[in-house]
């Protein structure tokens, strides 16, 4: 069973390992250790680092902070015991089996006990340590996550897309990260699972910068192409490469610039590959047969990808 649940306050009391007036860097160091996360989920709920920080400082404050702490170290083994074994025994009670969301303790701001944070791959289940210590008396943590992942099934329908993604994004993580792989055979295998994975993605491959401002195809899996190599602002690929941008054609027909490689596509997406200074160093390129398959979430999962070939190989 993929992982649903997860706590990640301990990592958020490090800030109280920080002086007072440092509490920015704290901010910096918790949102990178999440990839961004907290950031994200703070700002969905109205706060900037700076609202968020004066938050903490005027209505917590250190000593209730030190409060919820103690409080976490004394109880939350125990909880989160419960929880799993709760998971363990129940999962058909909690529809699991629809693989579109998970369940995450967080400190946020104490107004409400949970929210619901929307990525690509899944939706996230947040519960709020803050709300949690200050209603300890009415309710255990293990009744929260009951409730809160009732009341998600109730209202938020099955999606599909973003379990799948959630999967893909995972095994190309694994790819990434596992083996000592060489880099083409990496991008080979990033091929081999989008291509398996996703049944609208019919030309699955990456073209690489090959000299001043021409790319040069890469691993790819699907029909033979024509196009070995693309100047930069030559058709959605070289435009994709000169401008830096993901570009997302829901129908080819319709563009002038775009370079034919077979009758069979009708859409196409590309998104930049960058190297560690944030220069371009190519990009992944897939073709559809259908008209309109790709939206947001399509370019989110290949940007995410594409960060993970960075960090690993350029």
Known sequence: MRSIFNDITKDYFELLSYPQENWDKWFYYFSNKTNGL??????????DKN???????DSLGRRKLDKINWFREETIAEEKSNIINMITQNSENFNLKRAD???LILNLDGEKPYVVFETYKKNIIILDYIWYYDHKSEINLKELFKKSVKEYNDKYEPNQKKALFWV??????????????????????ICELLDKKIDYYNWTGFYLVD???????????GEKTEHVEIEFGQGICGQAASTEKTFVI?????????????????SEIVVPLFDKNGKIAGEIDID???VNPFDEKDSELLEDICQLITERYL
């Open 211 to 221: 000299g001043n401002n021409k790319l040069k195809v890469g691993p790819y899996i």
């Open 250 to 266: 829901s129908d080819v027909s319709k563009e002038d610039n775009y370079l034919s490689c077979s009758p069979k596509t009708k």
């Open 101 to 103: 969301f998970s369940v």
């Open 168 to 189: 893909v994004y995972d095994e190309a993580k694994k790819i990434i990260n596992g083996k000592d792989l060489e880099f083409t055979k990496a991008l080979y295998k």
């Open 38 to 47: 907290f950031e994200k989920v703070i700002f969905s709920i109205g706060y």
């Open 288 to 290: 559809s047969h259908e």
């Open 51 to 57: 609202s968020y920080i004066k938050y903490l400082k």
